[in-house]
């Protein structure tokens, strides 16, 4: 017997999740490939982080079910503290919505190409995952979806890696047809025109989840909220880490959410930078599709995302490709940064095509 042969069949099948690179600290890079925000949080959150650094507040564990962040919450977005769970990160939701809803050979499906998280945090769970293709509109498939009678449906709206938003309708039929729950991943929200949230109150099997690391500027707390009927939360909150969520985290969402106004000024910034990054690549012979996302999917000239993705960290700019599934591996993921940040990857992008 060796140690491979103690592990989960499951586990050792896998390959793991592969996030995107960090940068050493003090590294100098353009950093565009993990969709963080370019602008940092408003100062009234960085003040209550440097408040919460008290050590006789450090000593203690923080509130197990992070409930000053939920009724911060309830006050921002109009529900119940009950109807909230909060997450170590978007990530961590999800990984709780997985264990409540798909055990061993559960079928979770999802429209795809999307998150790819969502099948490693299914194997995990030693569920399988059928991903279907979004339909050409963009919409979800929801016919399907249906044929294979999941027991767990996620929607990632506006999706990763591509940024497209499905209508609210095309969610709001899958609530309506499935008998299963839908998790509705927001991550993005903050850059869409319109949320799913108001769907809540029609459909008792959709959950919501919302993260902190985009919209929100604070990636390295690490926050996620979630959102569905309260039955719901108290089943999540049954699987959750027992302090998820660390007092630092819950001091800077409690800000962060009594101070969304701070942020809007950052994301109207990231959206028309979005519109300016896009037709430049499209002039410059990219494919780009319309995002409702801080970043963009930009199929390259030659289509070879491989050696454009390498060209580019050559010069100092990181940016995300995927070489699986195929339908991808033609693309780069790009985030939205700065004005300055976005001219440095538009030079290099004239550099590379006519050296
Ligand atoms: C679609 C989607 N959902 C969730 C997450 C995770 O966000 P968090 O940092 O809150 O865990 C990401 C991160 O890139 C994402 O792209």
Sequence with gaps: MSISDWVRSEIRAMAGYQPGEQPAPGERVVKLNTNENPYPAPPEVIEALREACDPQCLRRYPPPDAGPVREAAARAFSVAPEQMVVGNGSDDLLTMVLRTFAGPGAVVAAPGPTYSLIPTLTAIQGAEYQEVPWADTGEVPVAGILAESPNLALVVRPNAPTGHACTLQSVAALCRDLDAPVV?????????????????????????????????????????????????????????????????????????????????????????????????????????????????????????????????????????????????????RITVGTPEDNDVLLDAVNDIASP
């Design 184 to 332: 509705l991943d927001e991550a993005y929200a903050d850059f869409a025109a319109e949320d799913g949230l108001s769907l809540l109150a029609s459909f008792p099997n959709l959950i919501v989840l919302r993260s902190f690391s985009k919209g929100l500027s604070l990636a390295g707390l690490r926050l996620g909220l979630g959102f569905a009927q309260p039955e719901v939360a108290t089943e999540l909150h049954k699987v959750r880490d027992s302090y998820n969520v660390d007092a630092l985290a819950q001091a800077g969402a409690v800000a962060a959410l009594d101070n969304l106004d701070g942020f809007h000024e950052a994301w109207d910034a990231i959206k028309a930078e979005r519109q300016r990054l896009t037709e430049a690549l499209r002039e410059r012979g990219f494919e780009v599709g319309d995002s409702q996302a801080n970043f963009v999917f930009a199929r390259v000239p030659d289509g070879n995302g491989g050696a454009w993705y390498r060209a580019l960290k050559e010069r100092g700019i990181l940016v995300r490709h995927f070489d699986q599934p195929p339908e991808l591996a033609d693309g780069l």
